[in-house]
């Protein structure tokens, strides 16, 4: 008789799916691609600010993350989740104080790129991100249990880090930047959208109304294939206004990592354990089309 025996994930795996570290494509995208339209427009970069940015974005992102594990442990949802870095630990109060070092640490880079502008502009807007993340999660507000966590990660990580971005090259803010950071504010919010199809049952467990718990998986991936067309229908609109170099089409290359996405939703949406990866499959679309869209920039025209 065949039996079937369940597979623990490693400790190894454990750890890797709590530190997520493909995820990060998220903090590091808007940094580039907000730098290459300011060089696209300006032939220039400094590349210390660049890289202060970089590293203080990685920053805010792991603060975002450990507390969001430690804000989560409070509501009860992450009770099936072996890979929240609070149940790995089982210290909480560590990962509090950790993840806030990390906060602490980020806005240090944040603040040296204002002082080396003589500048507040750039920290108040990231200071807002902040804001918009912790309210994403974090008590009273919890946002993102009422479902509004795509609309703030829309502007966290699309117009505010993107201008922020521009605005510590050139000290100035631009049509054309605010043109691109609506493809990175959408294409990071498909992400976020993704990562509610498998957690239906939790969400409604700990009352949790994410966008798939109040629309229901099939609708959900009627959405998704509506947002991530509407990806590609921006940048051709964009390029015939004028508001992005011809480059930009190179974007159309992503087309296949789209095409993964929505296929595995439209066919998994209801099974848990197949539609769990669509996050990651939405984070690849969210990598190749941020690089094509930054190349669009850089390269001559
Ligand atoms: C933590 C986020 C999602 C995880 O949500 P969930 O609890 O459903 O996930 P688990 O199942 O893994 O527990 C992302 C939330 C994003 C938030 C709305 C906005 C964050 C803004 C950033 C802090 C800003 C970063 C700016 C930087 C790029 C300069
Ligand atoms: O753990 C997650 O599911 C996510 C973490 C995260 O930082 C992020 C940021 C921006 C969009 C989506 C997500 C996640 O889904």
Redesign the pocket.
């Known amino acids: 008789m065949a039996t079937t025996r369940l597979v623990q994930p490693t400790p190894k795996k454990l750890w890797l799916a709590a530190i997520k570290p493909p995820m990060y494509s ?2 590091i995208m ?2 580039i691609v907000g730098t290459a339209v300011a060089f696209g427009e300006t032939n220039k970069i400094n590349q210390s600010i660049f890289f202060t ?1 970089l590293i ?2 990685i920053l ?2 792991a ?3 450990l507390s ?2 430690v804000f ?1 442990s409070e509501t009860g ?2 009770q099936n ?1 072996p890979h ?1 870095v609070v149940n790995l630990t089982g210290n909480k109060s560590l990962i509090f104080w950790l993840s806030n070092l990390c906060l602490g640490l980020g806005i240090l880079g944040i603040l040296l790129i204002a002082w080396w502008q003589q500048d507040w502009t750039v920290l108040i807007i ?1 200071l807002f ?2 804001l ?2 912790y309210t ?2 974090g008590p009273p507000f919890r946002l ?1 249990y009422q479902g509004l ?1 795509e609309i ?2 829309f502007f ?2 699309g117009p ?2 993107i201008a ?1 971005t521009y605005y510590s090259q050139t000290q100035s803010f631009s049509i054309t930047s605010l043109a691109v950071s609506v493809f990175i504010g959408m294409s990071t919010s498909i992400i ?1 959208f993704c ?2 199809f498998h ?1 239906v049952e939790d969400d409604l467990a700990a009352g949790k109304k ?1 966008p798939i718990v109040r629309l229901g998986t099939a609708t959900g991936a009627k959405v998704l294939k509506w947002a991530t067309t509407s990806l590609y229908a921006l940048t051709v609109l964009f390029v015939v206004f004028n508001l992005y170099p011809r480059w930009i089409l190179l974007v159309f290359m992503s087309l296949p990592f789209a095409i993964a996405l929505v296929n595995h939703v439209e066919q998994y949406h209801a099974e848990p354990d197949k539609v769990n990866n669509s996050k990651f499959l939405a984070i690849n679309l969210h990598f190749v089309s941020g690089i094509l869209l930054a190349l669009g920039f850089i390269l001559p025209h």
Do not use: M, R, T
């Open positions: 998220v903090a808007p940094i940015f203080s974005a805010i992102l603060w975002e993350n969001n594990d989560d949802i992450d989740k929240s990231i991100c902040c918009l993340g994403y999660q993102g966590g703030l990660c966290a990580f505010l880090a922020a976020l990562s509610h957690q994410s």
